[in-house]
């Protein structure tokens, strides 16, 4: 797994007025919480960060004022039209430790022949890891699948040291059947066609 290394600084204003400052000195608001600590209050350089959170998952080494922080980020919010940072969830953890995180789940292969889809009741896959070995990614086989097809939680192999934090009888793929476009009615057919005489 990627990890990275930022600079924070700790931040004692809040509210909307002092998340607009931030953003002009392009920095993030964040709240670094974890092992019963009281929540620390920084702000982060919002490019290093765009760029370490195309990593799922991934490790920051944080420096806090010369204190150094392990943390993983675990609620990440977004401006809805432009995407940039509004605010980061940081969970500070240790080397050893087991934490809770979703995984992206990639799709290889060609499904049989025919007008099959992909039904992806999960995109991530919940899993249980090593906090300083938290896999990038799963790879899931559709080779040869055809309508009727599932894909369990338990038929995903994991990492070493990675466990499923879901019921391995869960459906994470589901192969279905294209739904072919229904005819329109007759009645919708001849108004169409008196329409176009008309026109």
């Given amino acids: 797994m990627a990890d990275v290394n930022i600079s924070a600084t700790i931040r004692n204003e809040f509210g909307k007025g002092s998340a607009r400052r931030l953003r002009r000195e392009e920095k993030v608001p964040a709240v670094i919480y974890g092992h019963g600590a009281e929540p620390v209050h920084v702000a982060l350089p919002s490019y290093d960060m765009m760029m370490a959170l195309k990593t799922p998952n991934v490790l920051i080494h944080l420096d806090v004022a010369g204190k150094k922080e392990l943390v993983i980020p675990k609620a990440v919010q977004r401006e809805a039209i432009r995407g940039f940072l509004v605010h980061i969830d940081l969970l500070t953890v240790k080397r050893g430790e087991k934490v809770n995180v979703e995984i992206p789940i990639h799709i290889e292969g060609e499904l049989a022949p025919g ?58 793929i589901s192969i279905l059947a294209a739904q072919a476009e229904e005819p329109a009615a007759e009645g919708e057919e001849a108004a169409e066609g008196e329409a176009e005489a008309g026109e």
Avoid at 128 to 155: C, F, M, Y
Wanted: charged share 20%; glycine share 6%; aromatic share 2%.
């Fill in 115 to 172: 007008q099959n889809l992909i039904e992806h009741v999960y995109n991530s896959l919940p899993v249980e890891a090593e906090a300083t070995h938290i896999p990038e990614s799963v790879t899931v086989s559709v080779d040869g699948l055809d309508v009727g097809d599932q894909i369990l939680a338990k038929d995903i192999a994991l990492p070493s040291g990675t466990s499923l934090a879901i019921d391995g009888d869960e459906t994470v």
